[in-house]
């Protein structure tokens, strides 16, 4: 894939970049990137549920410091930033899940609300420039399909997973007013579901849900009919597609996610294939699946205008990746292809 020279340019070829949630999944493989292209990078976290095993390859490099902070306080920095990419927060919870992943409701509105806030304060102090990562969750349990950037979403705002939405379609607004009242130039990644090492094993997610399950021996646990869908992206693909974002001029919120849908029954049945788990899937129904958003499946329009970028990555290869890393976090041999 080619990147449009315009894409490229910067202000400055090497920038000091502050990146918030740093030891986080996405956090980590972005700090790579970053440092790949020659930048400065300044990683904030306070290891909530970031992990520093994500980091620790970077321990020892000149052009990579550790900042471990909240990013709900305030936020100094003297050096002169020329960017700050906002990716702190705990991730959307799950209310099905029973692996008791600690659900961090206030935590998770407050670096949604306050980390945003902070982190645009910055951005303007230092006439940087800023990046949200925000989510797809911002469409709720969406009535229409698939979801285009201009959708306005279907969110319960006292819902379980209403900490994380509104939290992130708060910190959507507060970018727009810090673009348009102070001439902040931002930018809104909306994420869809990706996946890729590095994912915590026990978020309760259903990748790692899943993938342990398989290596386990174990029935896949289906919450629900599994008729539900997502589309999930490997975490290369949508650094890329944030790299490109970073580096336009672009204010207006941008998908990045791989728009191929699939079914969580059909996905569960991929990955059991994958580990050749013979035990198939189990289903679950419990009464907080109300909220467990029915159809997700990015609309890339703007994004393949725009940046240039779609997906590369085939689902079954990102798996074999991911699979093997959950083997290697899990202690168990590597596997023999
Ligand atoms: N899910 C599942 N079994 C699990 C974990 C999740 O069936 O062990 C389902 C969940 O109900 C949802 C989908 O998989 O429909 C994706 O869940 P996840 O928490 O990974 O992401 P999100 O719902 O935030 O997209």
């Avoid at 725009?306 to 590597?334: A, S």
Wanted: proline residues 7%; charged residues 20%.
């Amino acid at each position: 894939m080619i990147i449009p020279e315009t894409l490229l340019k910067t202000e400055r070829p090497v920038m000091l970049i502050l990146l918030t949630g740093a030891a986080g999944f996405l956090g980590s493989h972005l700090c790579d990137r970053l440092l790949k292209e020659g930048h400065q990078v300044i990683g904030l976290d306070n290891f909530v549920t970031g992990d520093p095993a994500n980091l620790k390859h970077l321990e020892g490099n000149p052009n990579f410091r550790l900042m471990e902070q909240d990013v709900s306080a305030f936020i100094q920095v003297d050096e002169p930033l020329d960017y700050i990419l906002h990716f702190a927060s705990p991730a959307s919870p799950n209310p099905a899940s029973p692996l008791g992943y600690p659900n961090l409701p206030i935590q998770t509105l407050k670096a949604g609300a306050l980390g945003t806030y902070n982190s645009l304060g910055l951005a303007k102090a230092h006439k940087a420039r800023f990046l949200l990562a925000s989510t797809s969750e911002v469409y709720g349990d969406p009535t229409v399909h698939p979801q285009s950037e201009d959708y306005w979403g279907n969110c319960d705002p006292i819902g379980p997973r209403s900490v994380y939405d509104e939290a992130k379609r708060f910190a959507e607004a507060l970018t727009m007013a810090y673009h348009n009242v102070h001439g902040v130039r931002t930018h809104i990644v909306r994420i869809f579901n990706t996946f890729g090492p590095r994912m915590r094993l026990d978020d309760g997610r259903v990748v790692p849900n899943f993938i342990q399950q398989a290596l386990r021996g174990e029935p896949l646990t289906i919450y629900g009919t599994g008729e539900q869908t997502r589309s999930f992206c490997y975490v290369s693909d949508l650094i890329e597609g944030i790299y490109r974002l970073m580096m336009t001029d672009e204010h207006l919120p941008v998908n990045i996610g791989n728009p191929i849908e699939t079914s969580i029954k059909d996905f569960a049945l991929t990955i059991n294939e994958l580990c050749q788990n013979p035990s198939g899937i189990s289903t679950i129904f419990t009464d907080t699946l109300g909220d467990d958003p029915q159809r997700r499946q990015p609309d890339i329009t703007r994004a393949r205008n725009i940046l240039g970028w779609e997906p590369q990555v085939e689902m079954r290869d990102g798996l074999n990746l991911t699979i093997d890393y959950m083997r290697q976090k899990l202690g168990l041999p590597t596997r023999q292809v």
